[in-house]
């Protein structure tokens, strides 16, 4: 009982960790959207493209979670994640009539905001265990 007390309080820094990376991304894309609406560009397709990325964060986070370290169970799930990413950014540009251009630029940001926090957080977790 007592050698799980460290797994669960990982995972509960894990969830911490991915909410927040979440929460960057999101803030970091409504801000674009805010600012690319004030000079009258297409902001819906900004906004639209970078909640796509975030939606596809949260999902790799779960299948991880789910998969329990299958690596069958995770490269199904990367699939299904693929094709979906790929049919809701089409679904966009063909249906919406979104702007491929500035999708692309939201799915840029979301993705860059993505690796930049995580960087942060390498970073937090190395000056904790006294590295950097």
Request: no cysteine.
């Amino acid at each position: 009982m007592l050698k799980e007390v460290p797994k669960l309080e990982k995972n509960v820094n894990q969830a911490l960790d991915i909410r927040s990376l979440l929460l960057w991304q999101v803030a970091v894309i409504s801000v674009l959207s805010i600012l690319f609406a004030l000079f009258v560009l297409p902001w819906i397709s900004v906004l639209f493209g970078g909640l796509v990325v975030v939606a596809s964060t949260w999902h790799v986070y779960r299948s991880v979670s789910a998969s329990g370290g299958d690596r069958m169970v995770l490269l199904k799930s990367a699939g299904v994640r693929f094709v979906l990413f790929l049919l809701i950014v089409a679904a966009g540009v063909f249906f919406l009539e979104l702007q491929p251009l500035y999708l692309i630029a939201g799915m840029a940001v979301a993705y860059a905001t993505m690796y930049i926090r995580s960087l942060i957080m390498i970073f937090e977790k190395m000056k904790g265990d006294s590295l950097g």
